[in-house]
C-alpha cells in the first residue's frame, strides 16, 4: 500500500468515534410527507415549477436552475403538492421550498432513462438534469464543476474519500458496498473534464476500502488509489490536493487554478447514477450517530425527510439528547430544530448526551500558539478572533480571514478552549457585509 508522502501543514488526529464503520447501509421507511428546499445548494435556489393540488411521481423536477450556479430538484416521493412554502434552515431562517404529502405508491417518473450516447457535453447535461451537488457537504452544483471558464484546464481528477470527520462513516460504507460505482462515476468525469489522470484518496485508518478500491481500478492505468495519513483535515480539498499532487492552490484560489477538480464519492456514485439510469438526486447515504441513539448507523434517506423523523427512525432518546449536529463534529452545524429537512449535503446526522457535549469553560489566551501550529492554512486564528470581536475589518482582510476553512483544528487544539472558529467566522460575515456595501 503506497502513501502519499506529501504531508499538508498543521492538522490534528481526534478521536475517530467511527462507531458504524461496519454497519451496512440500510433504507429507511418512505416519509410520509417531506418538503424539499429549493436552496440546498450553493448559487441561486431553483424556481419552484409546481404548485398546490400537483401529482408528482418520484424524480419529477419541482424546481428548476435559477442562473448559471443553481442545481434541479426533484420530488422525493410520489403524492401530491400541498404547498409551495417554506421550511427551516440549520442558520436559524427559513428558506423556499416545496411541500409534498406522500401516495405511499412510491411510483417513478416513467421517462427516466439512460443516457443514449456518451460523451462530454451529454454527461454534463445528464448531471445538471439529475441536481447533482457536491455531497460531502459543499453542495456547490456539478455541472458548474465541469464546465471551467475558457483559460482554466484541468489535468487531475480527484476523488475525495478521505472522510476525515469523527463518527462519518458513509463515504466507507459507500466505497465498500458501491466501489463499482463510485470507479464508473470518476471515469464519467474524466469523460467530461477530457482528464487523463484519477486519483482516489482514502485516509490509511480504511484498509478494507483501501484494498477494496484498489482491486476495483486494477488495469486501468489512468486511475490509481492513494493510501493517505490519518490527519484531520485532510479531506479538504486544499488539503487533499497537496497531499495527492504536491500542488498548493493560492490565497483566494479554486483547485483549478492548479488544474486539479475534487469530487466526493458520493457524488461520483450519484453522477454514474445519473448518467446509467437517467437518475436525478432524491435519496443519499447519511451515517446517523451519536450516543443518544439505540439504533445508529449508515441510512439511505429521501431529501426532504426530517431530521427529527430520521434520528427517531435511528432511536433516538430525547431524555439523553443533550445537542444535534448536522454534518461531522468538527465543521458541523449544532440545530435547535428538529424539523429541519435532510437535503443533498447531509452526511451525518450527530445525537449526542451530556456525556459526549461538555460545555467549553472560555478562559484568557495564553499565549501558547498551538492555534497557529495546527492552522492547515498558516493562519493566526488567536490574532482573527480578536481582530473579530474589535470589528477590525481592514486587518481581518489583511491577515486573510477569508481563507480559513472552518476546519475547528484551532478551537479543538485551544487548552483556553476559546471559541476561535466562531470569532473567525464573525469575522468573515463583517467582510462579506463591508464587500456588500461596497459593491452597491
Ligand atoms: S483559523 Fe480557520 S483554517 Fe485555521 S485552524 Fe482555525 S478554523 Fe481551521
Ligand atoms: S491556542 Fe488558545 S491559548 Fe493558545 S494562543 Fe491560541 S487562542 Fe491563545
Known amino acids: 500500500m503506497s502513501t502519499a508522502t506529501r504531508p499538508f501543514r498543521g492538522g490534528i488526529h481526534p478521536d475517530d468515534r467511527k462507531l458504524t464503520a461496519d454497519m451496512p447501509i440500510q433504507q429507511l421507511p418512505l416519509p410520509a410527507k417531506v418538503r424539499i428546499p429549493l436552496a440546498q445548494h450553493l448559487g441561486a435556489p431553483a424556481a419552484a415549477v409546481v404548485k398546490k393540488g400537483d401529482k408528482v411521481t418520484v424524480g419529477q423536477v419541482v424546481g428548476e436552475c435559477h442562473g448559471f450556479v443553481s442545481a434541479a430538484v426533484h420530488a422525493t416521493v410520489s403524492g401530491t403538492v400541498t404547498a409551495v412554502g417554506t421550511c427551516p434552515h440549520p442558520s436559524g431562517g427559513e428558506v423556499p421550498a416545496v411541500w409534498i404529502e406522500a401516495d405511499g405508491a412510491d411510483t417513478w417518473r416513467p421517462d427516466l432513462k439512460p443516457v443514449g450516447e456518451i460523451n462530454g457535453p451529454a454527461i454534463v447535461q445528464a448531471v445538471k438534469a439529475a441536481g447533482i451537488v457536491g ?14 471558464p475558457e483559460g482554466k484546464k484541468i489535468s487531475v481528477l ?20 458501491h466501489g463499482g460505482k463510485i470507479v464508473r462515476g ?65 490565497s483566494g484560489g479554486l483547485p483549478m487554478d492548479v488544474g486539479c477538480l ?44 426530517t431530521i427529527g423523523e430520521v434520528l427517531a427512525a435511528a432511536g433516538l432518546d430525547e431524555t439523553r439528547m443533550a445537542k444535534v449536529i448536522l454534518g461531522g463534529p468538527m465543521m458541523g452545524i449544532a440545530v435547535a430544530n428538529l424539523d429541519i429537512p435532510v437535503t443533498k449535503g447531509t452526511s451525518g446526522i450527530l445525537a449526542l448526551s451530556n456525556e459526549w457535549v461538555k460545555e467549553p469553560d472560555i478562559k484568557p489566551c495564553i499565549r501558547c500558539g498551538r492555534c497557529l501550529d495546527v492552522c492547515p492554512i498558516g493562519l493566526n486564528p488567536t490574532l482573527l478572533e480578536r481582530l473579530s470581536v474589535t470589528k477590525d475589518v481592514t486587518a ?9 476553512i472552518e476546519c475547528g483544528c484551532c478551537t479543538y487544539t485551544c487548552p483556553a478552549r476559546r471559541p476561535l472558529v466562531h470569532g473567525i467566522r464573525y469575522g468573515k460575515l463583517q467582510i462579506a457585509a463591508l464587500r456588500k456595501i461596497k459593491k452597491n
Not at 192 to 213: D, S
Not at 222 to 233: D, E, G, H
Not at 265 to 283: K, N, S
Request: with cysteine.
Open 135 to 148: 455531497m460531502g457537504g459543499a453542495t456547490f452544483p456539478t455541472q458548474v464543476k465541469l464546465s471551467p
Open 158 to 177: 480527484i476523488v475525495n474519500a478521505a472522510e476525515c470527520e469523527p463518527f462519518l462513516t458513509c463515504d466507507y460504507r459507500m466505497m465498500i458496498e
Open 186 to 250: 470518476a471515469e464519467l468525469l474524466m469523460a467530461a473534464l477530457g482528464v487523463g489522470t484519477c486519483v482516489i484518496g482514502i485516509e490509511r485508518n480504511k484498509p478494507k476500502a483501501i484494498e477494496h478500491m484498489q482491486s476495483l481500478v486494477k488495469g486501468r492505468s489512468a486511475m490509481s488509489v492513494q493510501a493517505l495519513r490519518t490527519r484531520y483535515p485532510q479531506g479538504g480539498e486544499k488539503q487533499l490536493i497537496c497531499a495527492l499532487t504536491g500542488r498548493e492552490v493560492p
Open 262 to 305: 475534487v469530487q466526493n464519492v458520493a457524488t461520483a456514485a450519484a453522477v454514474a447514477d445519473a448518467v446509467d439510469l437517467g437518475r436525478p438526486l432524491v435519496e443519499r447515504v447519511m451515517t446517523v450517530s451519536g450516543d443518544a441513539l439505540s439504533k445508529p448507523g449508515n441510512y439511505l434517506v429521501r431529501i426532504g425527510m
Open 396 to 404: 481581518l482582510q489583511l491577515f486573510h480571514a477569508v481563507d480559513c
